[in-house]
């Protein structure tokens, strides 16, 4: 294929790429002058720093501008989006080193006058991200502009900022900062949903409807009992992550190599203060390289939108016209096709079922990550950092989609009983009721755990 006419040639440039203009002459043409040789006249250098920091600059969209894809626009509440935004990020790890100071004037490491004044300037304004990030990227980590940051903010106790910790204390206590916050909006949209399929399986215990296996008629059973097994789906996996929860989100604060070296003596006293200036229970060890708990905690979260899936999924078919079913809840806008007027389209479960499938790819680079050298990772630790975030906006989409999608659910009880008419038998088992109430039960019991 020979080389693109020029007018096509701009279709394929984008920013870093070669700009085809300035690729030089094709090769057998001597006589004409590179343009980037450095005799040339009419070339325009850049400053050489300048140059080499276009090179590393953070690659990416500003975190304001908006995506065109329907799949991404649904993927993420504006909530969760704003909770790991770079601002945020760069307000966690701050919240970390104002802690840390706190648990080294709780040792007897730095005084508490220059805790108070870290903590003061923690809270106060934050640094510009860009530019934070690009220095970051020429240092290989973001803590150490971020340190050198704040030890420009509060001069006079410069020397006691960061004494004892390390950068892996405050990126992964900021981490873990973000995700309690991340779950507790999961938590709220989960506990919406169950609530919403414990109201579908009291409703219409006895609405009678045909059971499908392998996506044909099979027996009749109701409309309550398939809203049950999602009720319990949904049940399992809020215990689930709440467990998962409890053992992965607590702080991190190793020093230097994991050993608290820096605190001496008062190591403990120093552990106990960190955890507490943050709400969290203290770690039993620091964990740089034990990740097992937060790959427990992502592979869970990944279930659990594997669960929002399956409900997805059985929703999209109840409302194909074949079946007729269901229907989402309608909303201006939403369900149309842009060629077929006469389309209603699952818009909500089919962004629940796309967050469903991203999500398990996610949680196995945290899986994959697990074998870590010694005590500090090299290159492990660094693949996870860009995972978290977008699982929790995945996240986030998808059980706020699926809380709605149940909430609003339209059921068309004359449908079901029409569909019908492909069952074997007259009735529904009467063995059903009895497994509607202990669905119902069981989350009885689970809402009133504290």
Do not use: Y
């Not at 409703?203 to 099979?218: F, G, S, V």
């Not at 479960?349 to 680079?365: D, E, F, G, Q």
């Not at 809380?403 to 009735?427: F, Q, Y």
């Amino acid at each position: 294929m020979g080389p693109l006419p020029r007018r096509r040639a701009a279709l394929f440039h984008w920013r870093g790429a070669p700009n085809p203009r300035h690729m030089g002459p094709p090769t057998g043409c001597p006589a004409a002058r590179p343009p980037w040789r450095r005799d040339d006249p009419t070339r325009r250098r850049a400053p050489r720093h300048h140059a080499r920091r276009r090179s590393r600059a953070v690659s990416g969209p500003p975190e304001d501008e908006p995506t065109l894809a329907p799949a991404e626009i649904m993927a993420a509440t504006a909530s969760m989006r704003r909770l790991f935004s770079a601002r945020a990020g760069i307000a966690a790890m701050l919240r970390a080193e104002a802690a840390l100071a706190r648990a080294g004037a709780a040792a007897g490491l730095i005084a508490a006058e220059a805790a108070t004044a870290i903590e003061t300037a923690c809270a106060g304004e934050k640094p510009d991200p860009a530019a934070l990030a690009e220095a970051g990227a020429r240092a290989g980590t973001i803590v150490i502009p971020l340190v050198a940051w704040l030890r420009a903010a509060v001069p006079a106790h410069a020397a006691a900022i960061h004494r004892g910790g390390t950068t892996q204390d405050i990126v992964d206590t900021g981490l873990i900062l973000q995700l309690r916050d991340g779950f507790l909006l999961l938590e709220a949209d989960l506990d919406a949903a169950a609530a919403a399929a414990a109201r579908l399986a009291r409703a219409h215990a006895a609405t009678p409807m045909i059971a499908r296996t392998l996506l044909q008629p099979a027996l009749p059973a109701t409309f309550g009992l398939k809203a049950a097994q999602w009720l319990a789906a949904l049940d399992d996996a809020r215990a689930a992550l709440r467990d998962a929860a409890r053992q992965a989100l607590r702080p991190q604060l190793g020093g230097a190599a994991g050993t608290l070296d820096g605190f001496g003596t008062r190591a403990d006293a120093a552990a106990t203060a960190f955890a507490a200036a943050l709400g969290l229970d203290p770690a039993p060890l620091p964990w740089h390289t034990s990740r097992a708990p937060l790959a427990r905690l992502a592979a869970t979260l990944a279930a659990a939108l594997g669960t929002a899936g399956k409900i997805a999924t059985d929703t999209a078919l109840m409302m194909q016209a074949e079946c007729a079913e269901a229907a989402e809840p309608a909303a201006p806008g939403r369900g149309g096709s842009s060629a077929m007027a006469h389309k209603r389209n699952p818009t909500l479960a089919v962004a629940i079922r796309a967050a469903a499938l991203r999500a398990p790819p996610l949680a196995a680079t945290l899986l994959a990550a697990l074998p870590q050298e010694h005590e500090r990772a090299a290159g492990a630790w660094q693949a996870e950092q860009s995972v978290w975030p977008e699982l929790m906006r995945l996240a986030s989409g998808a059980l706020a989609a699926l809380a709605e999608l149940l909430a609003g659910l339209t059921v068309d009880e004359a449908a079901m009983a029409r569909n019908l008419a492909h069952a074997p038998a007259a009735s529904p088992s009467p063995a059903i009721p009895a497994l509607i109430e202990a669905a119902l039960a069981a989350h009885a019991r689970q809402d009133r755990r504290p």
